[in-house]
DNA sequence: GTATTTTGTTCGTAAGTCGAACAATCTGCC
DNA sequence: GGCAGATTGTTCGACTTACGAACAAAATAC
C-alpha cells in the first residue's frame, strides 16, 4: 500500500526536505544536501519539484564568508499558511499559521454560546475577513476542541465544557467554510507544538500534561510519533488515578488527577480571578518565600505540596509505563511545580528515572494555534505533492 | 538515512512479503501477489530473490479446486532458526525457534546458582548440545531478562530477582556462543509473542500485564510499534501506583501494583505451592462457585474483589493513557480476573472505555521462546537481505 | 477435446537515484 | 587585477526497480 513504485522515493524525498525545513527553517540548499544525505543532483530535482509546487522559494545570495561557490537559501514559501480554530467556553479563537509554525493572524472572537451552530458561524466569519484582500494560500483548517475527538471521522464525543457530544464539528466546519478540515484534542495539539518547536523539541518520547481552567489534560510522543490510541483519545492523564475513593470527577470515577489538583484551588488560596491564572507562577513563589513585611504562607506551602505530591503520583505513573526522555508542564501544573520543593519523578523505578528531565513548557499563548495547525502540516507533510494535487 | 536509493524499494519489499508469512503462515504466490499489492512480475523477483537467500522455499501444486493455473506455495524454509534464552532464578530455559514462530525444541536446565559466569556457561553449552548433529541454519539468539534491559547496548541494570546488576549480558553471551544476541525484559518478550502470535494478533494498540511468582511486568503496543521508550525500560505497569501510601515495593516506592496484588497472597489463600501456580485459576473459581459439600469462601471472595479492584486501578490508567484496542492478561492476573466480579475497565473515561476488550492470554508455556527468538526475527525482516550478507 | 480461467514469464517502458565530468562563482593571495 | 583553490550547481549516462502488456502454461468447465 505505501510504497512500491520509483515514485514513492520522490515522495518520501519531497516530505522529508520539506518536513526539515518545517521543523529546523531555512538553510541552504548545500546544508540540505548534507543534511538529508541526497546527492546534489537529486536534491536539485526535488527542491525544483518544491518550488513548483509553491512550498518553498529559493533566494540566491547566502555569502557565508567561506571559499566555494554560494548556495541559494531554500526557505518556505510565506504566503502559505492554514487557518487554526479553538473554541473555549467564552470565546472562539481563530488564527492564520503559516508554514514552519509562523503564527501570522491571531484573534479572540466572543461567543454568546457555545451552540455548533453559533461556533461554527462565527469561525467561518471571521476566516472569510481575515483572508479577505490578502493573497495567501489557505491550504486546510485545523480544529483544537476541549474534548475527546474520534480519529478518523472527526466526531467530537464529548466536550463538557462546551456540552457537546457527538458532534461531527469537521463535516460541519468544512461545509460552512470550503476547506479541508481536521480536528484533534486541544490538549494533544498543545503538545505537538510544544514537541515540534518548544520544550520537546528533538525528544523521541515524551510526556506532557498541561492544567487550565477546564482541568488537566495530557499527551505523549512515543518513538518519535504522536501518540493517538486506537480511536484518537490518548493521553488522558488527567483522568488517572492519584488517590483512590478520592473526589469524585466529573467522568464518572473518583481520585483522578483532574478532580485532586485544580487550577480553581490554588488561584483561591492565593486570592487571584481566574482571568489572572497567568501570574499564578509568580504569585505562588512569592507568597511561599515571604514578600515586603509579610512572613512565609506555612498553610499555603502545605498545600502546595500536597497538591504537588498528588502530581507526583501521577507522573510516577507516566514515566514508569512510557519511559520517556523528558516531561513538559504547561499551565498551572507548571506553575505547581516550580512552586513545590518535591521531585516529581523520585518515586519511579531507578533505572527509568535517571534518564527523564522535568521542564516547562516554552510555548506561550499561541500554543494552540500552532498545534491546531500542524494538523493541516501533517498532512502536506506526508506527502506534499499527493496534498496539493487533491489527495 | 531509511531510503532513498532504489535498492530500498527491494528492501521493503522483501520485508513485507517475509513479514506476511512470518506472521500469517505460508500462502500460495498468487495470495501473496492480491495481499501485498505487488504485479506478478516484481512478486516473482521478490519470491526468487527469497528463496536465494534460503529463507522461503516454494512447492508445486496447491490445486485450491477453482480454474486456472496453478499457483506454488510459497512457504518459510524449516531450517531456518533462533536460540531463545531465558534465565530463571532456579533454571534456565533455552529453546529453539523456526522463523514462523515455530517451537522446535525447549529444554529447562537445572542451575546451582544465577552467577552471570555460571547461566551464560550452561546456556552455551546447551545451545552447543542442541545443534550437535543438526543441519539447522541459526540466524542469532535472544534472551528474555526478568530485569531491566538497556536497548541499544544490551546492558542489565537490574534483575532483582537473579542479583544481576550491570550486566553487559549480550556481549557475554555473543562472546560465549558466537552469536549475534539481543536482550530485552521478560514481560516485554511475552507480550511480543502474544501480540504476533496469541491473543493480540493483528490488534495495532495493545496493553499487556503478566503476573508470576517475581511480580507484574507487562508491555505495549503502539499503533503497532512495540512501546520500548526512551532507554526500552518502558511497561513497567507492575510499579504503576494503585494505592498511594500502601505496601513498600523493592523498587523504593510504595503502593506498587506488584506490592499490593502479588501470586503468593492468592496461592496462600487457597492453599497451593508456588509449582501448582498454574492451577490457581481454577482453584479459585472452583472454591468461589463452592464445590462439592464445601459453600463457597466468602472469606476468599473478599480477598479476589480486593486485589481486583486493585488492579483495576491500573488497568484504568493503562486505558486513560493508551486508549489501547485490547487488554491483555496473562498468568496469575488472568487467574485473579476470571474468579473476580470486577469489571476492569469499568472506571475508565466513557468514550475509551466502549473499544476496549479485556482478554486472556492464548499462549501457554513457550510464550517466552517465542518472544525471545522475536529479537532475531524482528532484526530479520527489517532487512532480510541485509541481515543474511552480514549486516 | 475445446473453451475458459488463472497464473507464471518475458520484455519493453517509465521513474528515480547516483556519480562523474564540467561549469559557475566565491575566497585568498600575490 | 589575475590566478589558484574550494565549493556548489548542472548535465548526462549507468543502474536499479517496478509496472503492464503480450504470451505461455496448466488447471477446470462443458
Same mark, same amino acid.
Given at each position: 500500500m505505501t510504497s512500491q513504485t520509483t515514485e514513492d522515493l520522490r515522495r518520501r524525498n519531497l516530505s522529508r526536505v520539506l518536513t526539515l525545513l518545517h521543523e529546523e527553517g531555512a538553510r541552504s540548499r548545500a546544508e540540505l544536501t548534507r543534511e538529508v544525505g541526497l546527492s546534489r543532483s537529486t536534491m536539485a530535482g526535488v527542491v525544483a519539484e518544491l518550488i513548483g509546487l509553491g512550498l518553498v522559494t529559493e533566494s540566491t545570495p547566502?555569502?557565508?564568508?567561506?571559499?566555494g561557490r554560494p548556495s541559494g537559501v531554500v526557505r518556505l514559501a510565506e504566503d502559505v499558511v492554514a487557518v487554526a480554530v479553538n473554541p473555549e467556553v467564552d470565546a472562539v479563537h481563530v488564527g492564520l499559521v503559516g508554514?514552519? *509554525?509562523?503564527?501570522?493572524k491571531h484573534v479572540r472572537i466572543e461567543t454568546p454560546d457555545t451552540e455548533v451552530a453559533t461556533v461554527v458561524g462565527l469561525a467561518a466569519a471571521t476566516v472569510r475577513g481575515m483572508l479577505a484582500g490578502d493573497s495567501a494560500r489557505v491550504l486546510g483548517l485545523g480544529l483544537a476542541i476541549p474534548g475527546q475527538v474520534r480519529i478518523g471521522?472527526?466526531?467530537?464525543?464529548?466536550?463538557t465544557h462546551l456540552g457537546w457530544?457527538?458532534?461531527?464539528i469537521v463535516d460541519e466546519v468544512t461545509k460552512a467554510t470550503g476547506l479541508r478540515s481536521w480536528a484533534a484534542n486541544a490538549a494533544t495539539l498543545a503538545m505537538r507544538a510544544e514537541s515540534r518547536f518548544?520544550? *520537546?523539541?528533538?525528544?523521541?518520547d515524551l510526556v506532557y500534561l498541561i492544567g487550565g481552567a477546564s482541568g488537566v489534560g495530557g499527551g505523549a510522543v512515543v518513538a518519535g510519533q504522536l501518540l493517538t490510541g486506537a480511536a484518537g483519545y490518548?493521553?488522558?492523564? *488527567?483522568?488517572?488515578?492519584?488517590?483512590?475513593?478520592?473526589a469524585r470527577c466529573h467522568c464518572g470515577a473518583a481520585g483522578c488527577l483532574e478532580a485532586e489538583v485544580d487550577q480553581a484551588t490554588l488561584l483561591a488560596a492565593v486570592g487571584l480571578d481566574a482571568a489572572d491564572a497567568g501570574r499564578l507562577g509568580r504569585e505562588l513563589t512569592e507568597r511561599l518565600a515571604g514578600r515586603g513585611d509579610e512572613d512565609p504562607d506555612s498553610a499555603l506551602a502545605g498545600l502546595v505540596e500536597e497538591l504537588a505530591g498528588l502530581l507526583a503520583v501521577a507522573v510516577r505513573n507516566a514515566v514508569n509505563v512510557l519511559n520517556p526522555q523528558a516531561i513538559v508542564l504547561s499551565g498551572f501544573l507548571a506553575a505547581l511545580r516550580d512552586a513545590a520543593?518535591?521531585?516529581?519523578? *523520585?518515586?519511579?523505578?531507578a533505572s527509568i528515572r535517571e534518564g527523564v528531565e522535568v521542564r516547562d513548557a516554552?510555548?506561550?499563548?499561541e500554543q494552540l494555534m500552532i498545534g491546531a495547525a500542524e494538523l493541516v502540516w501533517a498532512e502536506l507533510l506526508a506527502d506534499p505533492a499527493g496534498f496539493l494535487l487533491g489527495g
Open positions: 547566502a555569502l557565508t564568508g567561506g571559499a508554514l514552519g *509554525g509562523r503564527v501570522v471521522d472527526g466526531v467530537v464525543r464529548q466536550a457530544s457527538e458532534v461531527p518548544g520544550a *520537546g523539541k528533538g525528544v523521541a490518548a493521553g488522558e492523564f *488527567g483522568h488517572t488515578v492519584v488517590r483512590p475513593g478520592g520543593p518535591v521531585d516529581l519523578v *523520585g518515586d519511579a523505578v516554552a510555548l506561550g499563548e
